[in-house]
């Protein structure tokens, strides 16, 4: 089914293709319709201090060295007319040891009409949601090695990467830049067993939105995905507040059940993203959000990305890579990178912007508060995020299975190359 659902997908992706063709058949003269498309993916050569316990196939393992593809996107779009806008990305990640097929797949397929700036629709597949900055972020122009998942709080539980079929309002009037989103969940199968989980129910409309204002200047909301750094090149100072909700959206048991509990998901956030130009040609970006969220009683999960494992994990944090990264209580998360004037290194030109990244979480399900520390330096060739390389390290806390207080810190080390070509 899901195999015949993108083969569908795909067919509709190749017919708004063909669409500009026949748009400017019929109009030659009044519109001349415009097909942008590029490939951009992310390499990673990684060093892993497993969680204790780890398995991969079946062995223990304490660390681990593998090469992936942690991301392939292929982004197409078509303003067919000047108020219809298509948009489409074919893309996957996490292509490993692991599997033999890279998961590529429709991730966006949608369409936009633009009735004002200040008032726009659209309808289909896409990163369209509201409650934070960072919900759906372009991974392009990512300051840290990688992106703030927790953030993505839903990410393949009840959505595709981030993604969700769905309708959506947007626009900008004067200095405000608004979102409203409507999306319909995937269904869930799996049955909560004891602990709070996503409902094996009939998937409620997910409703979220957000809101920010542009004290300098104003960000394109022509893609649903934002900006992560814009170095030396924008001037930058937005504050922002949404929120998200789901009507019985969790559950700790089978909704068929009389006795099971169903709890709305219902999440806010407010933050603030400055990038400056400095005056000697330097240029910092910072970013500082509060997230409170509410997934039902003592909701957690353990997240591991593009992880190495395939089993195992005695800690609370399970296996591989993975910590507490999600769950009902509240969140403080800071970035703030400083990139230094285009000068050559070994003859390249090359900005080269170091920066950090803090989570800090007060989960309830947890004793003890839990701090991620992320650490990356940045080298972008010819000053671009398009020939870009980067050295990160993650400092991830371990907590006791059963004490649930923490009880050690392990690392992640990565090498990423991230190249887009048009």
């Not at 509990?261 to 970013?287: E, K, Q, R, V």
């Amino acid at each position: 089914m899901k195999k015949r659902k993108q083969q569908t997908l795909i067919v509709l992706f190749l017919l708004l293709l063909a669409s500009p063709c026949i748009a400017t058949g019929q109009n030659k003269e009044e519109f001349k319709p415009i097909i942008k498309w590029n490939i951009r993916g992310q390499i990673w050569m990684r060093y892993s201090n497993l969680n204790e316990g780890s398995l991969i196939n079946n062995e223990p393992t304490s660390d681990f060295t593998d090469i992936s593809v942690r991301r392939l996107r292929i982004p197409i779009s078509a303003q067919i007319t000047p108020k219809i806008y298509i948009y489409s990305i074919l893309g996957g990640n996490n292509y490993s040891f692991k599997t033999k097929t890279f998961p590529l797949e429709v991730l966006d397929l949608y369409a936009e009409y633009t009735f004002h700036k200040a008032f726009e629709a659209g309808l289909g597949k896409s990163g369209w949601q509201g409650f934070n900055r960072w919900n759906i972020r372009s991974n392009k122009t990512l300051m840290g090695l990688d992106s703030p998942l927790f953030t993505l709080n839903t990410v393949e539980k009840n959505d595709d990467i981030g993604r969700l079929m769905g309708a959506w309002f947007k626009g900008q009037i004067g200095k405000i830049d608004y979102r409203l989103a409507f999306n319909r969940p995937l269904i869930v199968t799996a049955i909560p067993d004891g602990e709070v989980n996503f409902a094996n129910n009939r998937p409620r409309i997910k409703a979220s939105t957000y809101v920010k204002y542009q004290f300098f200047e104003h960000e394109s909301n022509k893609s649903a995905y934002q900006t992560g750094t814009y170095m030396q090149a924008k001037k930058v100072f937005n504050i922002g507040a949404g929120f998200q909700q789901q009507k019985k959206a969790m559950s700790d048991g089978d909704t068929q059940l009389p006795e099971t509990n169903l709890y709305d998901m219902t999440n806010w956030a407010a933050d603030s993203f400055l990038n400056l130009p400095l005056i000697n040609g330097d240029a910092i970006t910072a970013y500082l959000g509060y997230y409170d969220y509410d997934f039902g009683k003592n909701y957690i999960r353990n997240v591991g990305a593009n992880n190495p494992a395939t089993g195992g994990g005695i800690d609370f944090n399970g296996a591989g890579v993975a910590f507490p990264m999600i769950g009902t209580g509240t969140t403080w998360y800071t970035q703030f990178g400083y990139a230094f004037e285009q000068t050559n290194v070994l003859n390249h030109p090359m900005i080269i912007q170091p920066n950090i990244a803090i989570q800090h979480s007060n989960w309830d399900a947890l004793e003890d508060h839990m701090t991620v520390f992320d650490f990356t330096v940045n080298f972008m060739l010819n000053g671009s995020h398009s020939n870009k390389f980067s050295v990160g390290y993650q400092h991830r806390p371990i907590f006791d299975a059963t004490s649930l207080k923490q009880k050690d810190y392990k690392g992640m080390a990565v090498l990423q190359y991230q190249i887009s070509v048009k």
